[in-house]
């Protein structure tokens, strides 16, 4: 069998090869689906852990505990991070349309192969919106704010590329908010544990979309889309140092601050966490070859289990 006839037809070019979408979906959904990178499914648990870990740091601190509610708030935190991603995948999909089909890793997508129209994008995205809103009206009023004020994050973060250098700044806005919400949702109120996390997880973002943007530097290059990877260039190395070291100090001060009249064994586990998750990231510099997007791709994946460590150390850290 030929690699071509191997190759499922409308097949996105950066999916997970072998992906359910690919496989197992109607092929009448394959198209909504890879819209919502359900063949990718690494952005939804880089927008879901930074909920996951105010959910269990939230635990850990006695602000709230682990009973029903809270196992809730985890199963609904994920499924309103798959549906609110691909929202958010959509909308980026409709405004990005003319730029993706410039650029060899994206032109395969629905929307710039004639897969879906624009305005099927559309009904897609509302009918994800609000399913995920469902699930936001299940949480306290604080937090129900707080989820609509998101909005305007995932709105601009499509444009920023077209204005700024640092885009990369307002898609971490945009993807840990789900630290301020969750952290909010189980405890009543916003705390300065959830406002550490979210400074964190951006700083998170930053280091790991910087080594994803490496990838396309050169077509972004050609059709003037903006990006820190081309900022950064032949630095890059050195500003992921520093991404590094702020996620690790931010992360830390927030479990510092959140578990400052807890056991000290849970701080030591939670600690243990925050710096299990900084070697991780380390182990990526390590790697990182940024004029080889196979490797860009790898590490920028690999994130899933940077940002899972924290959070089963934190869980851990609950029970004690």
């Not at 190395?237 to 991404?243: D, E, G, N």
Request: aromatic share 12%.
């Amino acid at each position: 069998m030929s690699e071509a006839s191997e190759t499922p037809e409308g097949q996105v070019a950066d999916a997970v090869q072998g992906n359910w979408v690919d496989r197992l979906a109607p092929p009448a959904t394959r198209p909504y689906l890879r819209l919502s990178r359900a063949d990718r499914p690494i952005g939804t648990w880089l927008l879901l852990l930074p909920c996951w870990w105010a959910v269990f740091l939230a635990a850990a601190s006695g602000d709230a505990g682990l009973g029903p509610s809270e196992l809730w708030l985890f199963a609904g935190a994920a499924i309103g991070a798959f549906l609110m991603r691909g929202a958010g995948c959509t909308w980026n999909d409709i405004t990005d349309r003319h730029i993706d089909g410039s650029v060899a890793r994206t032109r395969s997508r629905p929307i710039p192969s004639g897969q879906v129209s624009v305005t099927q994008a559309l009904v897609w995205l509302v009918a994800q919106a609000l399913v995920a809103f469902a699930i936001l009206l299940t949480f306290n009023l604080n937090a129900i704010v707080l989820g609509i004020a998101s909005l305007l994050t995932v709105a601009i973060y499509p444009f920023a590329k077209r204005f700024t250098w640092w885009p990369q700044v307002f898609l971490g806005l945009a993807f840990n908010w789900g630290a301020l919400l969750l952290w909010t949702a189980q405890t009543g109120q916003l705390g300065w544990p959830a406002i550490l996390l979210y400074l964190g997880g951006i700083s998170w973002t930053l280091f790991y979309d910087t080594i994803y943007a490496h990838q396309d530097r050169e077509d972004d290059a050609l059709i003037g889309v903006k990006s820190t990877a081309r900022l950064f260039a032949q630095h890059t190395r050195a500003w992921l140092r520093v991404f590094l070291i702020a996620t690790v100090g931010l992360l830390g001060l927030a479990v510092l601050v959140a578990l400052g009249d807890a056991s000290i064994l849970a701080l030591v586990v939670a600690v243990a966490g925050v710096w299990g998750m900084g070697w991780h990231m380390l182990w990526q510099l390590q790697q990182l070859d940024i004029d080889d997007p196979a490797i860009c791709l790898r590490l920028f994946r690999a994130n899933r289990d940077t940002g899972l460590i924290p959070a089963l150390f934190f869980a851990v850290a609950a029970l004690l």
